[in-house]
Each structure stands twice: as structure tokens, then as C-alpha cells.
């Protein structure tokens, strides 16, 4: 059975699947990489919670950045939110986003249920 939840036209932003969550790309509020991640990590939280999940539930998460020169900056803020000894596989890359003023944008995969 496939659970699709709160469902657009467009896209839903969560669909289970066989124990697997998969969140619509969320990206966060703010001038910095700092503020716009910590955002967009909040918003997968709640998704995760929504979908019977957690941070600890990640498999793979893929980042995309608007620019490379925030790797680092973007990568405190991840680290500190990543539960310990759960990091999940991860990619990162740069992309132009859907507006101009985003720096950040995150894909979530992960386990739910039992």
C-alpha cells in the first residue's frame, strides 16, 4: 500500500511505502546558510514526526546548496542535528533552487514504523 499525505496536484510532501518515508525537498527561512538550514531541518522534523519517523530513522538525506562556498557553514548546522551514531548516507551538491534568495535545500528518506 502506498500512503501519500498532504497531497497537491503537484506533489505530496510525504509518501510511505514498504517501512520508507519519502519527504517532499524542504527548504528553510533566512538571510544565511546558518538560519535557512536550521529552518529547513525544523520543517524535515516535522515531516519525520508526521510520517511516524524520526532524525535517528534517516537512510539518506541529499543536500543541495546554491553555492558551494557554503559547505562548511551549512555543515555545522547538520552536524549538531544529526542524532550520533545515526548519520544517514548522505550527498551534497550545488544546484540552482527555485528562487534566488535560497541557499539550501534538503531531500529526506526514512524508515518508519517498527
Same mark, same amino acid.
Given at each position: 500500500?502506498?500512503?501519500?499525505?498532504?497531497? =497537491?496536484?503537484?506533489?505530496?510532501?510525504?509518501?510511505?511505502?514498504?517501512?520508507?518515508?519519502?519527504?517532499?525537498?524542504?527548504?528553510?527561512?533566512?538571510?544565511?546558510?546558518?538560519?535557512?538550514?536550521?529552518?529547513?531541518?525544523?520543517?524535515?522534523?516535522?515531516?519525520?514526526?508526521?510520517?511516524?519517523?524520526? !532524525?535517528?530513522?534517516?537512510?539518506?538525506?541529499?543536500?543541495? &546548496?546554491?553555492?558551494?562556498?557554503?559547505?562548511?557553514?551549512?555543515?555545522?548546522?547538520?552536524?549538531?542535528?544529526? !542524532?550520533?551514531?545515526?548519520? !544517514?548516507?548522505?550527498?551534497?551538491?550545488?544546484?540552482? &533552487?527555485?528562487?534566488?534568495? &535560497?541557499?539550501?535545500?534538503?531531500?529526506?528518506?526514512? =524508515?518508519?514504523?517498527?
Amino acid at each position: 500500500m502506498i500512503e501519500r499525505i498532504a497531497t =497537491a496536484q503537484r506533489m505530496s510532501k510525504i509518501v510511505k511505502h514498504n517501512g520508507v518515508a519519502y519527504l517532499c525537498g524542504q527548504v528553510g527561512e533566512g538571510a544565511t546558510v546558518t538560519e535557512q538550514t536550521k529552518d529547513c531541518l525544523s520543517r524535515v522534523e516535522a515531516l519525520l514526526v508526521k510520517a511516524g519517523s524520526s !532524525p535517528d530513522r534517516i537512510l539518506q538525506a541529499i543536500i543541495w &546548496l546554491s553555492d558551494m562556498a557554503d559547505f562548511d557553514e551549512m555543515n555545522a548546522v547538520w552536524d549538531a542535528w544529526v !542524532p550520533a551514531g545515526n548519520a !544517514p548516507a548522505r550527498a551534497c551538491g550545488e544546484a540552482r &533552487l527555485a528562487r534566488d534568495t &535560497l541557499k539550501v535545500e534538503i531531500i529526506v528518506t526514512a =524508515a518508519y514504523g517498527e
